[in-house]
């Protein structure tokens, strides 16, 4: 297994810049998952990898040995498609052995290794049919079972769950799991799904419009997002933003106003928050962020803004319930609804219905604060 | 920076690109390689069919004699001849006459029977596609002498059936007369071509996903309300191409006439394929006949512009 | 649409198909039945049928050269569209899958000489063919076979590329395998169905192509087929039973595979209107 290093790496469509200056090292043995919204160029850099793709700028390494400029039959990586691209007109064990048979491996090493591959998956009973006789889920273990047997450097993982029903993903993420652990390979996985990412990665790359947002282990990322961005796209539902203005601060602690939470007795709260040490300190009026994750909503009166509203939807899903708050003329800032809805998470059935009062408390403990995009302010501990 | 995603060893096909490939597989590496594979095509077609195209446009304008080296230059001559000679544009009259009779006939049938095999007969449909497609596959020149034989005033089945029902037959033979030999030539063109029509429209039918016509259904529209308005526009494309290519048929139309009437009787059925062999080798006004494949050459360029232009719409 | 009980729309539907497929048939096997006709028979009973069946007819034409002309068809047609799917199958994967101005230009050319019909150059084409002394040779006349070939076919195949699930070569190329190789056995041996279309419809075109024939195999026992019985009809002016039976010999291959292959047929002239 060997270490996969990208250095400056940087890939023009013409007129499109499509990756920026990309830098990320894989340690030997990773599990890397690049995820982001469409578009924004993680395919790409997974086929640059490949050889896919040729690169305008940088450096591909792996194991230290610099293949940007080789081909991809010779880089050593091996590649598993979105839509399996399996040979129609090879049986399974003849597209499983294909690679070895092109590099001239005698009879005996190709049969052994299929043979390994296939315990491995678990598709021994498939192996002498063609690819139209199998379901999507074999023909995925198929197109895996095809870069394990050629023993690659890197494997790289494009999208591979797309294109399965859900069921049937939730057990192949698990299955990816148990391989990549029982072959201790390094691992490149590309997906648009952030419970994949979050699941399946001992690394996550979240990338946005061809640049890197953020490189971290999944909880370093939803618990310390560096950029607003990263803290809104991992985590679902997504967390509450909600536009607010710097009304003072005092030392490392500002406090902030928000519009339309007057509660009636006449002054407005304000929310009080300590900033992260090396964060900057914003100025006075200064348009702010304030971030709130669906299962981070305080109960019962408290410090901190008071949401009231009433049940727009409830999600009931038997061991959680999600409830979707109209909160007037208050609403959620880039939220998953169109509405502006407010998302609450609880880990409890409840007994909900649209049009019942409720009302949550935001506590400044348990709050993000994004000043132009950065995070300036992080809660306390990390909350279930 | 530039592209240069590849060793010196396999090279890049168009280099001329900056930027590289936009997310194509590499064809086959070098340049050498990339001629190797597209020469044949390009020279085959050069030598036989520009080459040909361009030396006819030249050579109308000259002269030729009989010793091909004999060349002598005329300008407009040859066109103005053409524009001069009522045979000419006899031909070119009967031509758009094919081309007109044809469209309607052949299109117009070929629809009314495709219609019928998709949705108006529950079975047999591949059966009466098969025969009545088989005219297709035999040549125009063994088309035309079943249907000379039938029409042969003397031992033809038509002549016999016609007049055993008390209807008189042409003087002249249906062939020969003047006035209805062209209509004649008209509708066995029809018995053969039809089919092939028939089959084109029927793939595009075939191409309208069923669940349009249902939830035509359920709105209320059904018969010929459907027709109008969810099958005659899905296969608007696909009658826009037989049309194209059922005119461009009738300008090219050579093989039937030649075999039967060779463009008589009195040019009767001349069309401009008969008349330019005619001037050529029978006459061997070489420079004439070119002049009037110019003429024929621009109608089918541009017909055939307008065929692509179409199919590639779809 | 009603159950058990036809529908008088139905009825119609299938009264309008069965004439026009009588329409077809009867001509047909009328020809086919006058090749047993006495002379007798066809002057005094033209729309009967004849009283034996004996094959002297098939003879007389046999005699007449028609085993040669379909032997020469044969090998004409068969030369002609191997080189027109090898050439254009090059050609177009070339095409498809490069995406330069160059090739662009070259594509838009090829599709230009498809509009180009062998009539409207028949007088210069005559001239180089003649002129390069390829007259009167089975070989020589392939040539200009497969260049009017090669566009239809070129078309046929790009959009076939085009539609090619380019995975397929890029699981190869990671697989080890050079572009070559990568042709040679990913793309081709899927290729099938695209290569058979293109083949049946060029080789119905050349099988019964007339005018480049006539004016090219001029030679008596190198004709073709269609060529040939054009000539029957005109030296068998009374005998109306050899030519009926040269005829019946001279659509039988073509209608025997049409038959058996139909759905080929079908599907690629049906390609046209895509």
């Known amino acids: 297994m060997a270490t996969l290093d990208i250095r400056n790496l940087d890939k023009h469509y013409g007129a499109f810049h499509a990756l920026r200056d990309i830098n990320v090292g894989i340690e030997s043995g990773e599990f890397l998952v690049l995820v982001g919204p469409s578009g924004c160029g993680k395919s790409t850099l997974l086929r640059a990898i490949a050889g896919l793709e040729s690169v305008s700028g940088g450096q591909i390494l792996i194991g230290g040995r610099d293949i940007s400029r080789i081909e991809p039959f010779d880089r050593g990586v091996a590649m598993v498609f979105q839509n399996y691209a399996l040979y129609p007109h090879m049986t399974v064990r003849q597209n499983m052995g294909f690679a070895l048979k092109v590099a001239r491996q005698p009879k005996a090493v190709i049969d052994a290794a299929v043979q390994r591959a296939a315990e491995i998956l678990r598709i021994e009973a498939q192996l002498d049919k063609k690819p139209k006789a199998l379901s999507g889920g074999q023909k995925q273990r198929v197109a895996i079972g095809r870069a394990i047997t050629r023993s690659p450097e890197v494997f790289l993982f494009d999208e591979p769950l797309s294109n399965l029903d859900a069921a049937l993903r939730s057990q192949m993420r698990i299955e990816l799991g148990r391989l990549h652990a029982q072959l201790g390979a390094t691992m490149v996985y590309v997906t648009h799904d952030q419970t994949e990412a979050m699941t399946m990665a001992s690394r996550i790359v979240v990338l946005r419009d061809g640049e890197v947002e953020q490189i971290g282990s999944p909880l370093e990322l939803y618990n310390r997002p560096a950029r607003r961005f990263v803290a809104g796209f991992l985590g679902s539902p997504r967390m509450n933003f909600i536009q607010a203005r710097v009304r003072s601060s005092t030392g490392r602690i500002v406090s902030l106003d928000a519009p339309h939470l007057d509660t009636g007795a006449g002054n407005a709260p304000s929310l009080d928050i300590t900033l992260a040490p090396d964060a900057a300190v914003p100025a006075p009026g200064a348009p702010v962020v304030v971030g709130i994750r669906p299962e981070a909503f305080a109960d019962g009166a408290g410090v901190g803004w008071q949401l009231n509203g009433t049940v727009a939807v409830v999600e009931s899903l038997g061991r959680d319930t999600l409830l979707y708050i109209d909160t007037g003329p208050l609403r959620a800032f880039d939220s998953e609804s169109l509405e502006g809805y407010f998302a609450v998470h609880r880990t409890r059935q409840m007994d909900a219905r649209h049009g019942d009062a409720v009302s949550v408390r935001i506590d400044p403990r348990h709050v993000y604060l994004f000043d132009d995009e950065r995070a300036i302010a992080w809660p306390e501990r990390a909350d279930d | 920076m530039r592209a240069a995603a590849t060793t010196s060893a396999g090279g890049v096909v168009a280099a001329s690109d900056q930027g590289g490939q936009g997310g194509q597989a590499r064809p086959a590496s070098g340049l050498g390689s990339t001629l190797f594979l597209l020469l044949p095509a390009v020279g085959l077609c050069t030598v036989f069919i520009l080459l040909p195209a361009l030396l006819a446009i030249v050579g109308s304008f000259f002269e030729i004699g009989l010793g091909s080296t004999d060349w002598r230059f005329a300008g407009l001559t040859n066109y103005a001849r053409a524009m001069d000679d009522p045979v000419f544009w006899i031909a070119l009259r009967n031509n758009l006459f094919i081309v007109i009779g044809s469209v309607i006939l052949q299109v117009g049938f070929g629809t009314v029977l495709a219609a019928i095999l998709d949705r108006g007969i529950p079975k047999g449909g591949t059966v009466f596609r098969t025969i009545i497609f088989a005219p297709m596959v035999m040549s125009t020149i063994a088309v035309a002498l079943i249907w000379l034989v039938i029409l042969d005033p003397n031992v033809g089945a038509l002549n016999t059936l016609v007049k055993s029902m008390g209807l008189p037959t042409p003087k002249l033979g249906w062939l020969g007369d003047p006035s209805i030999s062209l209509g004649i030539l008209l509708l066995i063109a029809m018995w053969q071509y039809t089919g092939f029509m028939m089959v084109l429209i029927l793939a595009g039918l075939q191409g309208i996903p069923k669940e349009l016509y249902e939830a035509a259904t359920l709105d209320g529209a059904r018969g010929l309300t459907a027709f109008r308005h969810i099958t005659l526009p899905g296969i608007r494309n696909v009658l826009i191409v037989a049309v194209l290519i059922t005119t461009i048929g009738g300008f090219k139309v050579f093989d039937l006439i030649f075999a039967t009437t060779r463009g008589g009787p009195a040019n009767a059925t001349q069309v401009m394929g008969t008349y330019i062999y005619q001037q050529a080798f029978n006459l061997g006004n070489l420079g004439y006949a070119n002049a009037m494949s110019v003429v024929l050459l621009i109608i089918a360029v541009i017909l055939g512009a307008l065929q692509l232009r179409v199919s590639r719409r779809a | ?274």
Not at chain 3, 37 to 58: V, Y
Not at chain 3, 176 to 185: E, L, N, S
Not at chain 3, 249 to 270: D, E, G
């Open chain 3, 1 to 274: 649409m009603g159950g058990p009980r036809f529908r008088l729309a139905t009825l119609i539907a299938y009264g309008i198909v069965s004439l026009w497929s009588l329409l077809v048939i009867i001509p047909t096997l009328w020809m086919v039945l006058g090749a047993f006709k006495t002379r007798r028979e066809f002057f005094l009973d033209p729309l009967g049928l004849p009283s034996t069946f004996g094959p002297e007819a098939f003879e007389r034409a046999l005699g007449a050269g028609i085993g040669t002309f379909l032997l020469n068809s044969a090998i004409v047609t068969v030369l002609s569209v191997i080189l027109i799917v090898v050439v254009s199958g090059m050609a177009a994967y070339v095409l498809a899958r490069t995406d330069s101005r160059w090739m662009r230009f070259v594509y838009l050319l090829i599709v230009a000489g498809f509009a180009v019909p062998v009539q409207a150059v028949l007088i210069p084409l005559f001239q180089l063919v003649s002129g390069a002394g390829m007259l009167n040779s089975l070989f020589g006349i392939v040539l200009p076979y497969a260049a009017y070939g090669i566009p239809f076919t070129i078309i046929l195949f790009y959009a076939f590329f085009l539609d090619f699930p380019k995975e397929l070569e890029e699981a190869a190329l990671l697989d080890g395998c050079r572009p070559v190789k990568t042709f040679f056995h990913v793309v081709l041996p899927l290729t099938g169905p695209a290569i058979a279309s293109a083949a049946i419809f060029q080789a119905v075109f050349i099988w019964n192509e007339f005018i480049l024939a006539l004016l090219m195999l001029t030679r008596p026992d190198l004709k073709t087929l269609t060529v040939g019985i054009l000539q029957l009809g005109g030296e068998f002016t009374a005998d109306w039973a050899a030519i009926m039976a040269g005829l019946s010999i001279a659509i039988l291959p073509l209608l025997l595979i049409f038959v058996l292959a139909q759905k080929y047929f079908v599907r690629s002239l049906a390609g046209l209107g895509k």
